[in-house]
């Protein structure tokens, strides 16, 4: 069965400080993986995409990486800001026959994230 | 550049009454998507369309319908609201099937069924 798996469920830090979310996947033909962030009341917006031959992708302060062996990515976060708090995301694409189109996503339950002052 | 549009952003029905969640995007793209989202859930796909005419069943499509007789719009009715319905709603656009690639979300709907 797909599935996308995040940890932690939720998470409090300091500003300042780093942090680092995990997503671990059964996904099975893997076509891609994207972190997306979630401020409260507010649609996903795409972090990164992480392809099967890349191992590590940057975007400003946040870092992803991808290990296509283990079928783990994690989502770095340098030097937290207020701003960071939110959902993460993780979401694989399955690259399956659904529906007359050709992948599927998976989500994950997503990670909260509060930083605080 | 509005990107995603829905309305209502909260609505409050009773059960058995019926509604519309407009959706509506301004990037040409051709594939578009309805998603619930549920706490302790990911988003669930309700329904999608790969271009104007052309609509299909997600994970979770009972309840639900949609249409598309335009590039642009993509509105979700439900038939007869039940209190399993109580959600909140994200309309979704992409340039190429969502599924590779980059889906752009609009601010959501939040529905509470009495």
């Known amino acids: 069965k797909n599935q996308v798996e995040q940890s932690p469920q939720s998470l409090i830090i300091l500003e300042g400080k780093n942090c680092t979310l995990q997503c671990n996947y059964t996904v099975s033909p893997f076509s891609n993986l994207r972190w997306y962030k979630q401020d409260t009341g507010r649609g996903p917006v795409s972090l990164t995409i992480m392809t099967f031959s890349e191992n590590t992708k940057s975007n400003g302060r946040y870092t992803a990486t991808l290990d296509a062996d283990t079928k783990q990515s994690s989502l770095h976060i340098t030097a937290s800001q207020l701003s960071d708090s939110a959902s993460y995301i993780c979401v694989v694409t399955a690259r399956l026959n659904y529906g007359g189109a050709t992948n599927k996503l998976i989500f994950g339950t997503g990670t909260l994230l509060a930083v605080q002052p | 550049n509005a990107g995603v549009t829905q309305t209502p952003k909260f609505q409050v029905l009773k059960t058995g009454q019926s509604m519309t969640l407009q959706c509506a995007q301004d990037m040409n793209h051709e594939y578009m998507s309805w998603y619930r989202q549920d706490p302790g859930m990911g988003l669930r796909l309700i329904h999608y369309?790969?271009?104007?005419?052309?609509?299909d069943q997600g994970e979770v499509p009972n309840g639900y319908n949609v249409s598309r007789s335009t590039t642009e719009d993509f509105p979700l009715r439900l038939l007869s609201a039940a209190p399993s319905q109580t959600s909140v709603y994200f309309c979704a656009s992409s340039v190429s099937g969502g599924a590779s690639g980059e889906l752009f979300f609009g601010e959501g709907s939040r529905l509470t069924v009495l």
């Open positions: 369309s790969v271009g104007a005419g052309i609509t």
